[in-house]
């Protein structure tokens, strides 16, 4: 329901106190407007009932004023301000008199002074709105509870209230019948445009469907404001004799006992699911997932067709490969002279990823015939083979063209063609950051998301970002590549002239390039890179990360033993904190060829993970480049392939 701004009841400090004495409501002041629907919230004894009397004009506050309008409330005729403002009690015997249900609803109706034919109208379409005209006949005493709180509430209908004041609606209800209640109330807001205030202490109703809540505690307003912002103050609504919602309380407990933090407490079952699923646990922490270049560029396309078309949209709910959807807020859509641009702001979520906050921005045309995508300026060249985009053409995968492609159609009409252009203003600068340059994609960032969700800090993402080097190498025509942990031994291995397309980046997921290259046909590889990280293969370690595994000391020193070393050198290993420590003992105790031992070790281990499947020598370096050991394939297989090593692998 669409809410009007201007004030339509409202109470001005009103203050009230029984003739017994007990002040009942202190400084009361809020504000109701047109068609909204707001929870008057507060444990028993608060004031609600009293407040909601007030508002409706059975009792009058001793100081203050309640205005209809502006008007004051009690100035106003009674017959008006009950057919203006209705009020159901809390329990239904309170209002249902007549010998029938049908006789009780006409009772108000009659009593304005209505003819018999629009009362009878009156009293089928309440009795019609609450779902009992089935039951007009019935005595209101042979009801079950729900149905009479129904019937109360259709006496107050007929009426043809403007606003509707409801004093615990769903007490004593069981949960199904409190959820009827509910969607008849939503629905009279909603479809018939009456505006509701309802009290109640039920805190895990209240952000299914309210607008605003006000926390009543001890005749005073302790608060105001949407669902989110009263709930997501747990002192406050505790202060009030009240609790948090189920779910919200399920997830404060996770947060302070097993450390599972979300940016906020979800409120009901659906927003959780709807966090949980827009986000991924790691270390402790629930991590949001965001969009990939793909589903932003497709979202774009998207908003830039529809503003063709008339339409203005502030997000675009994206269909994303698989048949998900995605709703992505648009940053802007102008009108160009090469037709319509939208633009949507990357949100990579919690993942550091180097597109985040990039304007992605597509320019479509209309044009017969089919639907053309192609790249505009920050869209990448693809210059080299082997990749899915042959060279010349833009850096735009397969699974986003296509998806770009089936979202613009999607709100065209039938066989209406479209140019779509996508372009990033920022691309080219943001493509130094990434692999782009080694892969031979130059002028420009890639348009990529196999599935257009970007898992924040996603092991699985990385690695497949990885991938594409074995493809360009198989493409470049190489059968023997270096993989190599880090920058450092990419730079080494191009010192030794060796062609920049045979050496591959493996970070940390040695074992998974291995595999990949396997995968891609590759049969000889040679592991190039600092001892460090290398003498963990030797141990069968194939994740590197210094949290995963170490063990460098322990590998070292037992094949330093198995060359004849002294307990004391083995200790002295084992209690070195680098490398270079290492190859200084090492060299003192005229065991250098401990890094060859190393380096077949490595190579035998990385055999045996592929099965056989590869060939694998090993070259080891120390931190400032030095080589400290190799084995006998290495040298094969590097000899193989044309690069020979001066000065090295000559023993």
């Known amino acids: 329901m669409e809410i009007q701004e201007h004030t339509f009841l409202e109470a001005r400090d009103a203050w009230y106190r029984y003739p017994n004495g007990r002040t009942a409501l202190q400084g009361i002041s809020l504000e109701l407007h047109r068609g909204e629907l707001v929870v008057l919230l507060g444990a028993n004894g608060s004031g609600k009932t009293t407040l909601l009397l007030l508002l409706q004009g059975l009792l009058a506050p001793n100081r203050g004023q309640v205005c209809l309008e502006g008007r004051p409330l009690r100035k106003l005729p009674e017959k008006v301000r009950f057919r203006r403002i209705g009020l159901v009690f809390q329990d239904p015997r309170d209002q249902l008199f007549a ?23 009156r009293v089928r379409r309440a009795l019609e709105a609450v779902e ?12 079950s509870f729900g149905e009479q709180k129904r019937a109360a509430l259709a006496g107050i209908l007929a009426l043809g209230p403007e606003i509707i004041l409801l004093d615990e609606p769903t007490a004593g209800l069981d949960p199904a019948a409190a959820s009827k209640i509910m969607h008849l109330l939503h629905g009279l807001n909603q479809k018939e445009g009456l505006t509701i205030l309802m009290a109640t202490h039920d805190v895990d109703l209240t952000p299914l469907w309210a607008d605003r809540v006000i926390v009543l505690e001890e005749g005073k307003i302790l608060a105001g404001g949407s669902p989110a912002a009263v709930f997501r103050d747990p002192a406050l609504v505790r202060s009030a004799h009240l609790r948090l919602p189920r779910i919200a309380h399920l997830f404060e407990i996770l947060a302070r006992e097993d450390r599972v933090a979300l940016p906020h407490l979800p409120l009901t079952i659906g927003e959780a699911r709807r966090m949980l699923t827009g986000y991924r646990r790691a270390g402790g922490k629930f991590l949001r997932r965001g969009y990939t270049t793909g589903a932003c560029a497709a979202a774009a396309a998207r908003a830039a067709a529809l503003f063709i078309l008339g339409e203005k949209p502030e997000s675009i709910t994206v269909t994303l490969p698989g048949g ?47 639907i053309t995508v192609r790249g505009g300026p920050g869209v990448g060249t693809v210059t080299k083979p082997g990749l899915a985009v042959p060279p ?17 159609a999607a709100v065209l009409p039938p066989g209406q063609g479209a140019e779509v252009v996508i372009g990033v203003p920022d691309g080219e600068r943001l493509a130094r950051r990434t692999l782009n340059p080694q892969l031979g994609i130059v002028g420009g960032i890639s348009i990529l998301g196999t599935t ?32 190599t942990p880090g920058r450092r031994g990419k730079t080494l291995a191009q010192e030794h002239g060796i062609p920049p397309e045979a050496v591959v980046l493996v970070s940390n997921f040695l074992g998974f390039m291995l595999e990949e290259c396997a995968r891609h046909g590759l049969r ?22 210094n949290r995963i ?98 000065g090295v692998f000559h023993k």
């Open 99 to 121: 010998p029938t249900v049908y006789e009780d609803v006409a009772m108000g109706p009659a009593n304005l002074g209505l003819s018999p034919d629009a009362v009878r109208e």
């Open 132 to 143: 009992i005209w089935s039951l007009r006949q019935a005595a209101p005493h042979q009801l």
């Open 452 to 483: 257009g969700i970007v898992e924040p800090m996603s092991e699985e993402a990385f690695k497949l970002a990885l991938v594409p080097q074995i493809q360009i190498a198989r493409g470049a025509g190489m059968e023997t590549l270096l993989l």
């Open 324 to 370: 998900r959807v995605a709703r992505i807020p648009v940053g802007g859509v102008e009108r160009t002279p090469e037709g319509v641009t939208a633009w949507v702001v990357k949100d990579a979520g919690d993942d550091p990823d180097v597109t985040h906050g990039a304007r992605i921005e597509a320019t479509v045309r209309l044009q017969p015939g089919k």
């Open 392 to 408: 010349g053409g833009f850096a735009i995968n397969p699974v986003p063209l296509q998806m770009i492609r089936e979202n613009v």
């Open 549 to 646: 595994a170490d063990g460098r000391g322990e590998v070292v020193a037992s094949l330093a033993a198995a060359r004849g070393g002294g307990a004391e050198l083995v200790r002295s290993l084992l209690d070195a904190a680098t490398v270079e420590g290492m190859a200084g003992l090492l060299a003192e105790a005229g065991l250098e060829r401990v890094w060859d031992d190393l380096a077949e070790r490595a190579s035998r281990r990385a055999m045996a993970y592929t099965r056989n499947a590869l060939r694998v020598g090993t070259v080891l370096f120390t931190w400032r480049g030095e080589v400290l050991g190799w084995d006998e394939n290495a040298a094969a297989l590097l000899a193989g392939a044309g690069w020979r090593l001066p």
């Open 524 to 545: 000889q590889v040679v592991l190039w890179g600092y001892a460090g990280k290398l003498a963990k293969v030797a141990a069968g370690v194939f994740h590197t990360h």
